[in-house]
């Protein structure tokens, strides 16, 4: 069928065959969708960045029962969402490790503030030097600690990416590759350059 004018627009031939109301997508979009705007996070608070998190969760300012997720969850069995908002010390790092498997998959991690993603000033034998070397992370949030506006922009930098992730055995895949990647990595204090 031969596209044809109407009034001001074109119309392609398709849209003239499709109910009213009618929506285009492809399962993967629609699921995507539907993960993104039902996270719910397991609170993993161990420093000060925690209360900037806690800001989010409770303060009408930042109402983040915008995007469903004002349920923050104390069991790991309803979480999807892990915010590691503070350091994490080698005594805690099994904790992690163990809530972390018992969320339900799909879950994602969002390391929020220096010493989550790198151990930030304690550069030291009792602080795990980023907590990709316990878990991976999805995201990374700079800030020591990280304003409450930053949390809100990286939690929706999440979600795109969530809207976009695939699905099926391939994910699965991709997950266990990173995952490795993560706990195979140089630690911090390791690492040569501009460190040493």
């Not at 997508?25 to 995507?32: D, N």
């Not at 996070?41 to 409770?58: H, K, Q, Y």
């Not at 930030?120 to 795990?128: D, P, R």
Request: net charge positive.
């Amino acid at each position: 069928m031969a596209p044809r004018w109407i009034g001001m627009g074109l119309i392609m031939g398709l849209e003239e065959k499709l109910p009213s109301g009618f929506v285009l997508t492809t399962v993967e979009k629609l699921a995507g969708y539907m993960r993104k705007n039902s996270l719910w996070p397991a609170t993993f608070g161990l420093a000060c960045c925690a209360i900037e998190m806690m800001a989010v969760g409770s303060a009408a300012k930042y109402d983040i029962s915008r995007f469903g997720m004002e349920v923050f969850r104390a069991s790991p069995r309803q979480a999807d969402l892990m915010i590691v908002a503070g350091r994490v010390s080698n005594k805690m790092a099994p904790v992690l490790r163990q809530i972390y498997d018992q969320m339900a998959a799909p879950k994602w991690v969002l390391a929020m503030g220096a010493c989550a993603s790198s151990g930030g000033m304690f550069n030291n034998y009792a602080i795990v030097q980023g907590v990709d070397h316990v878990v991976p992370v999805d995201i990374y949030l700079p800030g020591c600690p990280p304003r409450p506006e930053m949390l809100m922009d990286a939690i929706l930098k999440l979600h795109t990416s969530i809207y976009d992730e695939k699905l099926g055995p391939n994910r699965e895949a991709v997950i266990k590759s990173v995952e490795e990647a993560a706990l195979n990595a140089l630690p911090t204090h390791q690492m040569k350059g501009l460190l040493a």
